[in-house]
């Protein structure tokens, strides 16, 4: 049974940086093709990626906000963590970590976790 | 281009069939997933690889595409498949992940 589940703060403040961990069960970073996704959901409005990380330590982040954010895993701890510096409050938004399987053309987010809340404001 | 373009909304009543769309330049050559979220839930996926319904997923849930263009559809649409749907992708460079804005499925 594949789980994840994201922790971290659920109020930063502006400028500040944000951690978020994604620790999973039910499947190994060492499997080829299989990564961990970060995904947020501002308060009504739609999914936006935002990284990407391979079994492989391929990564990959969303051309908007690369410049913000940086993904590592801890492969023997099952975690993964996600930083983004400079929150601002357009930030706030449900954060989301995915497990991720990559097979050719198709690029699947089969698992989710249950998403962290995280509000920015002073 | 990385965009991914859905309806905002779409209506039906219960039994009726209930299209969702979803337009992007990379489909041609990138599968397309569909996921379903109710409020206060984590996505779901509901078809992979544009037509493929994963294990647990009612047959009332298919996939088809054309050309630039991947449909959702959902046949006797029933209540409890009011929620909003998104479909993903990736740009046309393989490297980035797209999600669609979002289609609001409300049954009447």
């Known amino acids: 049974q594949i789980t994840l589940k994201e922790s971290g703060p659920t109020l930063v403040k502006p400028t500040q940086t944000l951690t978020l961990t994604c620790t999973f069960s039910?499947?190994?970073?060492?499997?080829?093709?299989?990564?961990v996704g970060w995904i947020r959901q501002p308060p009504g409005k739609a999914l936006e990626w935002l990284s990407l990380i391979y079994w492989d330590d391929g990564k990959h982040y969303s051309p908007s906000l690369k410049s913000r954010l940086t993904i590592t895993k801890d492969t023997s701890r099952r975690q993964v963590v996600l930083t983004m510096t400079k929150m601002d409050a357009l930030d706030t938004g449900t954060y989301y970590c995915a497990h991720h399987r990559r097979a050719g053309y198709s690029h699947e987010f089969a698992f989710w976790g249950r998403g962290a809340l995280v509000t920015v404001s002073s | 281009s990385s965009d991914l373009t859905q309806p905002p909304s779409v209506s039906v009543s219960p039994g009726q069939t209930a299209r969702i769309t979803c337009s992007g330049d990379a489909l041609p050559t990138q599968f397309v997933h569909w996921y379903q979220q109710k409020a206060g839930q984590a996505p779901v996926v509901m078809i992979s690889k544009d037509t493929e319904r994963p294990s647990g997923i009612p047959e009332r849930f298919s996939g088809s595409t054309s050309g630039t263009t991947v449909t959702l559809t959902i046949s006797g649409v029933q209540a409890e498949d009011e929620a909003d749907y998104f479909c993903q992708s990736m740009d046309t460079s393989g490297n980035y992940v797209v999600f669609g804005g979002g289609t609001k499925l409300t049954v009447l």
């Open positions: 039910g499947f190994s970073l060492h499997t080829r093709g299989v990564g």
